[in-house]
């Protein structure tokens, strides 16, 4: 109820259409009751119920008769008094609409007769001092005005022989009434999508961007699969159910209310008797929609591996194809599948189950009904056969809303599955975000400084140990070391991608930690080894969707990283896709194309992922030039895993298990015949050898 709660906030924006929603919901029921109503007062005068009275002692239709069971009312003789038990020879009897027949001038003075209705009359008067019941009864009383004079229209009419004219006309106002109810359905189903699908949009929106906004822990913790099945599959869930929502889950109960309201006018003791059968819905309704949120949730848990098991084996399908993987990542995706079907077939087996059960219950409903009825028609005499025929038709017209409500029940358990998915990820903060007085860090212009620095991304197993050093502004650091030595953290952290457990990292004595995230990241520009693109323009993946950049800024960028001339001569220029991940340039070109991307950044710091290593030697040479122009002035931070690209740095810093075991220049660290000299000895011997 409480993500029940947080979707309606998102709904209460559209205040305006849900009033038309909801009038229009109420008319449609309405109309709907209505069309059923006006079958009463013709059956009655087609059964011979309602006939012109002239009796012995000269009463007539326009006379009325105090009734003993309810309210005065006009004289209508009963079509066969002869049947009514008791009847006194020479008394003209008269249907009585609110008990039994009785006669015109002589009240029947017998214990059954008078026992219930006095009971029943009772509680009406009672009932009619009730404030709240008060307009319910002034309705209630000129319903019966209202048929008394539609009895007489129609008698009329049977009189005078046009009985195909009044079917006629009451088959005109029942199409009539239909197409005004088809109208207000329309509004209703119309402006439900409208709300729910604006609502999802939303939503949508909303926990994109909340992604978008977490740490990287998070995205550590959750697959991209996990990720795109709740963006994707689950808020399009939450969407069926709004719009479910304002339809059947809303229409259903109104139908039912106006029907009920209806039959308890018609008798309103059988329908008291049929109000125990709410319970025996009730139960297997919350049973069923409880076990259907269950399996859906399990179910849409399956999905997301599944989603994850995709996108992982897409996007490596290289390597799969390569090592022959074919067949065991089929066998895995299918052990998956299988996972999620023997969900899937549980939750349908329930709704499978439901149905029919409801039939069930519907059917005995019908026949209690029926027996009760027919009790009340052929024994008591206190109910018409026509009150019954309309009972018995309104009865099923009730069922449907019934069943759609069982139906609309088990979907928004369904819905409530999803939004709890939702809302979990929405609900999940990011531990790394902004403090409320930040400040926004100028740029560098003395040093990076990192003091005591520890950090780990499991409790205690450290990634970095007590880590030491000063970077002045300017000068280029090497970070080298053997793989897991911890220096792709390192620069994690001076990125504030993470927050380490001990120590600090200052840009000219400012604590990171205490300036806006922006205008930090906005000082460091990135070239890595392996450089991902956008599927869009080369222009936006320069600018990163920048609109406001002119292209001249552009072009001289791209120039700088000597990517122009390849640029040109591609189909569109710098409007020309580059496909999923680059995937229509060649490594070089997007190396470039991203070098380009940090030139027009223009960061104080530039961080090298070993950006030459995996391209040809003419490329290699290309980009050499542009990064040469890149770091001038620049503070350069170089992660090397080719030694021969940092001999000429400023410093070297040397990491092994999260520590630092040396540092200095090329030649410093060569003399000490250390850790980095036995790193350069087995580096370049094995380059020796494969000349």
Not at 307 to 332: C, D, G, L, P, W
């Amino acid at each position: 109820m409480r993500n029940y709660k947080r979707l309606f906030k998102y709904v209460l924006h559209y205040k305006f259409l849900l009033i038309v929603i909801v009038f229009s919901t109420i008319m449609s029921a309405l109309l709907n009751v209505t069309n059923i109503a006006l079958l009463k007062p013709v059956l009655e005068v087609f059964f011979g119920e309602v006939k012109e009275t002239t009796t012995a002692e000269g009463a007539t239709s326009s006379q009325m008769t105090q009734c003993p069971y309810g309210e005065p009312h006009l004289v209508y003789l009963v079509k066969e008094p002869e049947r009514i038990p008791d009847k006194k020879p020479g008394v003209a009897y008269t249907y009585c609409p609110f008990g039994k027949p009785h006669p015109v001038v002589e009240v029947a003075k017998t214990p059954s007769y008078e026992e219930k209705p006095a009971v029943e009359e009772k509680l009406k008067s009672s009932l009619r001092d009730v404030a709240l019941f008060k307009p319910f009864f002034k309705l209630y009383d000129k319903s019966k005005v209202w048929k008394k004079e539609l009895q007489l229209t129609f008698y009329q009419y049977i009189k005078k022989g046009k009985k195909f004219l009044l079917l006629a006309i009451l088959g005109g106002v029942i199409l009539v009434i239909e197409i005004f109810k088809f109208i207000f359905v329309f509004l209703s189903q119309y402006f439900s999508n409208y709300v729910g699908l604006n609502v999802v949009q939303k939503l949508r929106t909303e926990l994109y961007d909340h992604i978008l906004g977490m740490d990287m822990a998070f995205f550590h913790r959750r697959s991209t699969g996990e990720l795109m099945s709740r963006i994707g599959g689950d808020v399009g869930g939450v969407r069926d159910m709004l719009m479910l929502l304002f339809s059947d889950t809303l229409q259903s109960p109104l139908n039912m209310l106006f029907i009920i309201a209806f039959m308890l006018y018609l008798n309103w003791q059988l329908t008291l008797l049929l109000f125990i059968f709410g319970p025996l819905t009730i139960i297997p309704v919350r049973y069923f929609g409880k076990r259907t949120k269950d399996l859906t949730r399990k179910a849409r848990e399956k999905f997301a591996d599944i989603s994850a098991s995709m996108q992982e084996i897409i996007s490596n399908i290289i390597v799969v194809k390569a090592f022959n993987m074919e067949s065991y990542v089929s066998r895995r995706f299918k052990k998956q599948t299988l996972k999620e079907l023997k969900y899937l077939l549980r939750r349908r087996r329930v709704r499978v189950i439901s149905s029919p059960f409801m039939d069930i219950l519907g059917t005995t409903a019908v026949v209690v009904t029926m027996l009760v009825g027919g009790y009340f028609i052929a024994e008591a005499q206190t109910m018409s056969s026509s009150s019954f025929f309309v009972y018995l038709f309104a009865m099923s017209r009730l069922y449907k809303p019934i069943k759609k409500l069982n139906k609309a029940y088990g979907d928004l358990q369904k819905g409530l599955a999803y939004s709890d998915r939702i809302f979990e990820i929405l609900d999940t903060k990011a531990s790394i975000v902004d403090k409320p007085n930040a400040i926004t860090i100028p740029r560098l212009r003395e040093e990076i400084r990192i003091e005591g620095l520890w950090f780990a991304y499991y409790d205690e197993v450290w990634a970095l140990k007590d880590i030491n050093l000063v970077i002045p502004a300017g000068k280029m650091l090497a970070l080298v070391g053997p793989s897991g030595a911890g220096k792709s953290t390192l620069v994690s952290l001076l990125l504030r991608f993470y927050d380490p457990q001990k120590g600090g990292i200052y840009f000219d004595g400012i604590d990171i930690r205490e300036a806006r995230i922006k205008s930090l990241r906005e000082q460091i520009g990135i070239v890595l080894q392996e450089n991902i693109l956008f599927n869009d323009t080369i222009r936006n993946n320069i600018t990163c969707g920048n609109k406001n950049i002119p292209m001249e800024r552009v072009i001289e960028a791209a120039k700088q990283a000597n990517a122009h001339e390849f640029i040109e001569k591609l189909p569109d220029g710098y409007d020309t896709i580059v496909g999923e991940r680059g995937s229509k340039l060649s490594g070089g070109q997007r190396q470039r194309i991203a070098i380009a991307r940090a030139i027009l950044q223009d960061p104080a710091i530039l961080v090298l992922d070993e950006a030459t290593s995996s391209l040809d030697s003419e490329s290699e040479s290309k980009i050499q030039e542009a990064i040469v122009r890149l770091v001038k002035d620049r503070t350069t931070i170089v992660i090397a895993h080719r030694l021969s690209t940092v001999m000429n740095a400023d410093k070297i810093v040397v990491l092994d298990k999260g520590s630092i075991v040396e540092q200095g220049k090329h030649h410093e660290l060569l003399e000490r015949k250390g850790f980095y000299a036995r790193l350069c000895a087995v580096q370049f011997k094995s380059l020796e050898a494969s000349v």
